[in-house]
């Protein structure tokens, strides 16, 4: 299958900077790439959804001038978390799908962020 | 409201089969996907049905009826490496995905 790589893994960063975290479709265009948070044992939330060259969707009560989403290229997705706080703190997700959407979402391995 | 349903957690044997139900409302439908996922990791992809019927991929099968808005996975064979989260997904109209909150499964020997 697709390849979607997300980097970092694992990040702690102290409250009240910002962390960026990257989603990259490694081997296929991807037009829309989706931002994901996951709770412990709970399902994955999503956020937003990006289409490339134009502003993220985002979902309600997902505040967007904290989590920033940019999807500059068919191949990148970025996701910062501004001025980050303890309760920030969860495993995030990203993932990519390409033209046919009926093709299923490839997943980033996810980025585990604590703030400290 | 779009909503999709499984059950929270279910238990299984190991070498056993079971069967893990999701039922969907949404507005549209343009498919199906169950994923598998272990704590502490991004969901893996297993099967997509967009049309009626039983489609086998060696010891998964998924089933899918449109008219009953009706899903399941089946599990041959269990393994202990099985025991993960379930997670139904519809594409709605919009080719939104919508998920479900995911079944965990319990592997007992």
């Known amino acids: 299958g697709a390849v979607v790589s997300q980097h970092p893994s694992r990040v702690i960063c102290k409250s009240g900077t910002s962390v960026k975290i990257e989603c990259r479709s490694l081997d296929f265009q991807a037009t829309t790439m989706f931002w994901y948070r996951q709770f412990p044992k709970k399902s994955l939330m999503l956020m937003a959804t990006s289409n490339e060259g134009s502003k993220a969707t985002y979902e309600q009560g997902v505040e967007k001038d904290k989590f920033l989403i940019n999807h500059a290229s068919l191949t990148l997705s970025t996701l910062t978390v501004t001025s980050a706080h303890p309760e920030d703190s969860s495993f995030y997700i990203c993932?990519?799908?390409?033209?046919?959407?009926?093709?299923?979402?490839?997943f980033g391995q996810g980025t585990r962020l604590t703030v400290v | 409201g779009q909503n999709i349903d499984q059950p929270t957690e279910m238990t299984a044997t190991e070498g056993a089969i079971v069967q893990i139900n999701c039922t969907y409302q949404t507005s549209g439908f343009n498919g199906l996907f169950w994923y598998q996922q272990h704590a502490g990791e991004a969901p893996t992809f297993l099967s997509y049905?967009?049309l009626d019927g039983l489609e086998e991929k060696g010891r998964f099968s998924s089933f899918l009826s449109r008219s009953k808005g009706y899903s399941y996975l089946l599990l041959k064979e269990l393994q202990m490496k099985d025991s993960a989260s379930y997670l139904c997904?519809?594409?709605?109209?919009?080719?939104?995905?919508?998920w479900g909150a995911g079944t965990k499964l319990i592997i007992k020997p």
């Open positions: 993932s990519a799908r390409g033209l046919d959407r009926d093709t299923e979402a490839f």
């Open positions: 997904a519809v594409t709605d109209s919009n080719y939104q995905l919508i």
């Open positions: 049905n967009v």
